[in-house]
C-alpha cells in the first residue's frame, strides 16, 4: 500500500508554494516529494506542472538559457547589461592567460546550482589549477570570470516585477581565542537551527567547500572576536546567510533584473548581480530559472514581502 506523500516531505520553497495555493483555493497536488513536483489547476481550468519553484508557464527556451552561464551573459550583453569579463574553454592554457590578464578570477562549471564546482578570489596560477579540476568534476566546459570585489546580491522578480533583494554573504566563523577555524565549523554546524535537507534557509557550513577554500588554514586558531569568511561562493547551501536588501539596491540594478527575466520568459527569477559600491557598477552574474522564495519572507534574513502570494497569483491567472 503506498504511503500518502505529505506537505511537510516537501523542499521548503515548493512547501510554502503548496501552502499558499491552497490558501488561494486552488486545486493542487503532489505528484513526486523527491523532486517536489505538483500539478495545480489554474483559474481557466488548465492544469499546470510546476517543478521546485518554476511552472511550465515560464518559458522553455528561457529556462535552458538561464541554466548555461555563457549564454546568459551574451543574451545579457546584447541587452546593454554589464556582466564580467569572462572566457569559456576546456583548455586550461587559455584560462591560465586569462588569469594573467585579469590578475583575480572565479572559476565554475558552465552549469551548475548552489555553488557546486565554484572557486573565487583566484589569483595565482596553483589555485587555478585546483579550482580548474574542481570544476571539471561538474562539467568538461569551464567558463572563468573576473572576479568582482562588492556585495552579492539576489533580487527575486516576481511576474515581471522586482520583489524584494537580499545581500547574500558567505559562510564565515567568530573566533574565541582558542578553537581552530575547523572546530568553530563544527560548532556551527551543531546549532540545531542548521540542517541539510533543505527545510530550511540555514544550512550546515560545507566542510569540503571550506577545506578548499582556506586549505592548511583550516586549523588557525582565530582571535577572540575575529571574524573569518570560511567558503568562497556566498550560496545557504555551503552555509552562507541572507540579509534584507530591498531598500538598498539601486533603481538601475533593479531595472536591469525586470529585463532579462522578461527577455527570457520567466515567471519568477532570482537574478544574481555583484555590485562593486565605490563605482556604483553592478554586473549580472547569472540568472536562477528555480530560485529559493522562502529565503524572501524569513526571519533570519529580515526579509518581509509578499513574494509567495504574487507568484501564487501569477500562477493561478
Known sequence: MDIPITRDQLKISTRVLYDELQRQNANVEILDKDSSLLEYTAKSGKKHLLFSTCSDK???AGMIVADNKVRTATVARR???ST???VMSRDVREIRKFLSEMGRIVVKPVANSSGTGVST???????LSRAYNYAKSFSRRIVAQRHIIG??????IVGGKFCSAVLRKPAHVIGDGESTIEMLINDA???MSRNDDSQSSLMHINMGAAARYLGDKLQNVLKYGQEAQVVGPANVSLGGSLHEASHQ???SMINDAEAITDKLGLGMSGVDMMWDKK???HYLIEVNATPGIDIHDDPFSGTSSDAVERYVQWLIA
Open 58 to 60: 515560464s518559458s522553455a
Open 79 to 81: 541587452m546593454g547589461i
Open 84 to 86: 564580467p569579463e569572462q
Open 121 to 127: 578570489n583566484i589569483t595565482t596560477q596553483k589555485a
Open 151 to 156: 556585495s552579492d546580491i539576489r533580487l527575486l
Open 189 to 191: 554546524n551543531a546549532d
Open 249 to 251: 539596491v539601486p533603481q
Open 279 to 281: 563605482t556604483d557598477k
